[in-house]
């Protein structure tokens, strides 16, 4: 029972980071039509600047500054702001797939990097020696795990709430105009590539902090958790739960991760062993198979909203 | 030196091959096809299934032609290749990009890419394992073209080379001098008064898949010639055939193939300096530097 | 049989679904004659054109070529129909040299190709001296002529012209409309929108003024000429807002 208990607190904190990353997007791609290729690479910005900067100090690499955490976590959202900006200011002048095509190149070099700079950041190890903020009072029992879950929750609504109240904005008005007419909004003396900008920017600082909250967790971070799959799985939980729908985001987020969750651990119970190898190729086909079937057959997602900025408005 | 810059022209020659039709497609259809890479797969694991078939069918195809190590059922299977990867490109559009597409989801196109790539990816490891596959197990050894400075070459990688150099003169003969090739440049500079001029649109998108994917079939197999063919051929070499594009600027014909070349060169002299872990983030950089000296590309031609 | 070679019966089109541009015009174009359309920036004089070029959706009413119901055909095969369509702006393929837009066109024509080609650089004279240029080089006045041999290339029995004089210099303007009144006594259908009123109703036989995407005025050339309304909206200088 305890056990149960237990794995769902684990399972609980996992979706609920999961899900600040997939409001994140959801301001880019759900609210301004951004398409962001490489989530995983922001999401990593925040995981590895918190860890170096939250952590002890290290022998063979950069870290042990042992800042505060929130300052540390802050830390790694504004490495995620960084990288967003200068991806951001190069691209999104231009047309739209010169972005889709820059991050995911980012993620590609963000992967790399880790693996290969044993100085930076551990490389094929990964970056150890973080402790949890508050270990020392709190043990790493369940107390701790629970406590953890609750501190996610907070982000969680509070990211929810702040982007609520972005979307009802001005700003959040303006992000609209410019994607139902670019050129109208335009003319009336904005500058569309200023606010994509911005809402890229931000939505990146979003995912930042679900990277930080992610290493906390495990207090623990390496390249195996930047790879690419990473950004298909918040992609999945952003189109199951419906682009443009913040609640719907999160659902989606918790019902993919039960999902992948589940489907990992039944493949790997029930899947002869020789067979085991390819658990991971028939998880991806799968997530393959619900952005593509999710596209052409329910392109709202499984929650639409009353109130939808809809998509195919324009034609 | 010498001996990076000769195996940068050799890579660039495939990556060239795939960066043509990727950047006619993004061109017609305005997104950033994430699954053309895979065409290089599928034509390279066809290849393999089709050179099987030919060896048992009438062994004496299994002889090697010439010094290399590709064999005249090979050689046919390169054929066969283009045409089934060409055959896959049009079904999946059909079932995918196509419906897209007429939903209006511009923009979801590049989603439906991804979702698209990760499917052929993943069933092609289910299908052929994940463990790298080569066409021939013999060794052949490179040929010693200079001692000072050492340059080798393997006979295989002189054949891609020049089989990749003519596949393309022979599309630049077509677009340059065929009333086909005119309506490939019409349609891609402006899609309406195409239309009006009286090109079908649909016909010539069935057709630009038909030489992105054949294109990319032969990339693919110079590709497992020259090196090895594994499931992951296609995700490794796709950032650096977006970087070819970008480099030649998008929707750039000559610019992609000439891209293809300055990535593969410049991805292979990097290695005097960077470690080999580094080679995979090299395109990005290449793609990081165009953006920021010229993003329009080096070769960009005037679009509508 | 009609007289008529192009109708548009009480159409309605736009670009998006729910917002009509058109909202029920008609437009009979006769046989080997030239009916000009004028009205305001914005009345959908484009969008008429359009409409019967089938590139914009005609939601209701009809379109008709010599009779014969053609609502929303496939624009790619209007050509063969015997329409030609010269855009008003964008209307040349700028990255071909002359000679590859005029080959485009021409494609279907396989044998007689060369003496085709021939026969249009007659006619264009200063199109023939650059023919191995990028269209994307020639001078205004010159692209509108290869726009125009684009649309001649097709032996059409109807050409449909959008503002071909937009741009030129009066001279050049001039030498284009003349030259499109002169196709009519070989037995063209011309379908023309003008900006320059003056000009557009000395060389129209019939003209029909569009307002906010509907008939607002129709009649002769002559006969609007003389219309007193039209003479101080049109041609006093005073412009309709737009
Ligand atoms: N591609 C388009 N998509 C949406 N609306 C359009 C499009 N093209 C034109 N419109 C709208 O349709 C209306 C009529 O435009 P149209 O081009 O037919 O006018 P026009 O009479 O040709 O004007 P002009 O004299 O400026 O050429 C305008 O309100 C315009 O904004
Ligand atoms: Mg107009």
Known sequence: MIGLISYLVFFTTVAAILSIAVLGLNLQWGNSGLFNGGVVAFFGAGAYTTLILGGTPQ??????????????????????????????ILTLRLRHDYLAIATFGVAVAFENLMRNAEWLAGGAQGLRGFERPLHAWLGDGFTYNALFLIFVLLLLIGTYLFLQRLILSPFGRLLRAIREDEIAARS???????????????????????????????????????????????????????????????????????????????????????????????????????????????????????????????? | ??????????????????????????????????????????????????????????????????????????????????????????????????????????????????????????????????????????????????????????????????????????????LAHTTFGYALRAVAENPNLSQVSGINLNRMIILIWIIGGGLAAAAGVFYGLTNQINPVLGRDLLLPIFAATIVGGIGSIYGAAMGGFLVGIASNLALLILPSGYSPAVPFLIILAVLIVRPTGFFGEERA | MTDHALQASDITAGYLPDLPILKGVSLNAAQAKVTVIIGPNGAGKSTLIKAMAGLVKVSDGQVLLQGQDITNPRPDEMGARGVAYVPQSDNIFRSLTIRQNLELVLRRARGERAAKLEALFQQFPPLAQKRNQKAGALSGGQRQFLAVAMALAINPSVILMDEPSAGLSPKAAQEVLEHAKSLTEKGVTIVLVEQNVKQALRLADHCYILADG?????????????????????????????
């Open chain 1, 188 to 315: 009336l003396g904005k500058n569309p590539a200023r606010i994509r900008l911005t809402a890229f920017v931000i939505g990146s600082v979003i995912m930042g902090l679900a990277g930080g909250l992610y290493a906390t967790f495990y207090a623990f971070i390496s390249p195996q958790d930047v790879l690419p799959i990473l950004t298909f799985q918040i992609w999945a939980m952003l189109i199951v739960g419906g682009a443009g729908n913040a609640r719907g985001a999160v659902a989606g987020a918790f019902l993919i991760w039960a999902a992948w969750t589940a489907s990992g651990w039944g493949l790997s119970r029930f899947a002869p062993v020789d067979l085991q190898l390819y658990t991971g190729s028939i998880q991806f086909v799968l997530i393959g198979l619900v952005i593509v079937g999710m596209l052409l057959w329910r392109p709202q997602g499984l929650f639409p909203e009353k109130l939808v900025v809809s998509q195919s408005g324009r034609h």
């Open chain 1, 59 to 88: 022998e063979a690499h950069l870290g042990g500054y042992q800042l505060f955490y929130p300052l540390a976590l802050a830390g790694g959202m504004v490495a995620a702001g960084v990288m967003a900006w200068v991806v951001g």
């Open chain 3, 214 to 242: 509907r008939n607002q005025l129709d009649g002769s050339a002559a006969d609007l000429l003389d219309d007193p309304v039209v003479g101080q909206i049109y041609l006093g200088g005073k412009r309709v807002a737009s």
């Open chain 2, 1 to 174: 030196m010498i001996q990076h810059l000769v195996d940068g022209i050799l890579v660039g020659s495939i990556l060239s091959l795939g960066a043509i039709g990727l950047t006619m497609v993004m061109h017609m259809l305005r997104f950033a096809n994430f699954s053309h890479a895979e065409l290089l797969s599928i034509g390279a694991y066809c290849a393999l299934v089709f050179d099987g078939v030919f060896k048992a069918l009438y062994p004496p195809l299994g002889n090697v032609v010439g010094p290399l190590s590709l064999t005249w059922a090979l050689t046919l299977s390169i054929l066969i290749s283009m045409t089934i990867t060409a055959a896959s490109a049009i079904l999946i559009d059909l079932l995918v990009f196509k419906r897209v597409r007429s939903k209006g989801g511009e923009l979801s196109m590049v989603f439906a890419s991804f979702g698209v790539a990760m499917i052929i990816r993943n069933v092609l490891g289910l299908m052929f394992g994940l463990q790298a596959k080569l066409y021939s197990q013999d060794i052949v050894f490179a040929v010693v073209l200079s001692h000072d400075p050492l340059l080798l070459v393997k006979p295989d990688q002189i054949f891609s080379l020049v089989a990749a150099l003519l596949i393309m003169v022979i599309l630049h003969l077509v």
